[in-house]
């Protein structure tokens, strides 16, 4: 999960006016660059960093170090508000940064951490520089891998490994793609699962898909009244080579159907329907297992099911069971290059 993090300016600067504390801040922000999962969010002027990047500046001159070299052309890049690790709010700082984050917090910014000297009764982590372990931990934390389960019998202790519920997952999503235009959706087995050649298992997998598919769009539901338009959902999904004559005859129609069944579910969303010949990928083809990622500029997640597939019909154990919907952390070298997997045969809209 992207942790949200705003920096105090009046701290920051005064960290910066002695010689240790401008290299704690430098070896932060360094730290913070080389951690794929962090957004900084930035006042509407983008004052905060540029407070913060001056007095760096003028530091530089007086401390020769590599670190402050290295933290000011990160703030350089910060400041020019074309990365991955920030996003530029609607709000003013204005000079004063307790009403800045007030009026984040009533305007439900997703804020998980302050790095700062002063505390905040909103719920939220507030770190000082000194508290570099903590902050690291908490990094680490959300890149690790889940489970997502409502099964109060589950433990972590047994399993070693993060469990979450589903409205705790429902936090994770928000919280990674909040600010993002666009969000990618790869699923290889969607296409041929949604028309299954047996009946029970192809209405079985269209009432399941709808039911993840208005969940994600639920998680989703306020991003656009951040990013100010409305958000782009792309879907890759895929066909075996062996399929494609097959897909000749039928595929049009299908991709129509298939598109107008996820453009139905939520019409505040752009959605863009991929088909790609899929190849597996192994000793022979170049290719890959499955796919099943969701992810945005921001980052995102590799799922052990479809990012949708969360629940299955199973009539021997008596109805519906939750599928494994585990998920773990990707950066963007994780992100999937279907142009090498194989050709697209088809594109909705």
Known sequence: MNVNIVLDPEYICKELSNKTGAIKVSYLLMAMKHKSNIIILQDKDQEIIRDILHKLASNCEQIETDDL?????????????????????????????????????????????????KKYNYGVETCSIDDFGKI????EKFSKKHIVTDNKNM??????????????????LFNTF?????????????????????????????????????????CFGEINKYINKNLSINIVTGIKPKDIKIFKFDGKKNVDELHNFISNLNKDFQIELRIIRWDTGDEINIGEGHGRRIYSEYGGFETEYMPFEMHGDNPKKGGIHSKNTSFSWIDEE???????????ISKRP
Request: hydrophobic share 35%; proline share 2%; net charge negative.
């Open 155 to 172: 433990s972590s202790d047994i399993t070693k490994i993060k469990i979450i519920d589903f409205d705790e997952y429902k936090n994770v």
């Open 136 to 139: 690291m931990r908490l990094l």
């Open 69 to 117: 070299n290295d933290a000011q052309i990160f703030l350089l890049e910060l400041a020019k508000g074309t990365n991955q690790f920030d996003f530029i709010t609607n709000e003013p700082n204005q000079k004063n940064f307790d009403q800045f984050i007030e009026n984040l917090f009533k305007k439900k910014y997703p804020l998980k951490l302050i790095i700062s000297d």
């Open 178 to 218: 909040w600010c993002s235009d666009e969000i990618t959706i790869v699923a290889k087995e969607f296409y041929e699962a949604f028309f299954n050649q047996k009946e029970f298992y192809r209405e079985s997998n269209r009432r399941r898909y709808e039911e993840g598919f208005k969940f994600l769009f639920e």
């Open 334 to 344: 994780s992100y999937l290059n279907w142009t090498v997997i194989g050709e697209t």
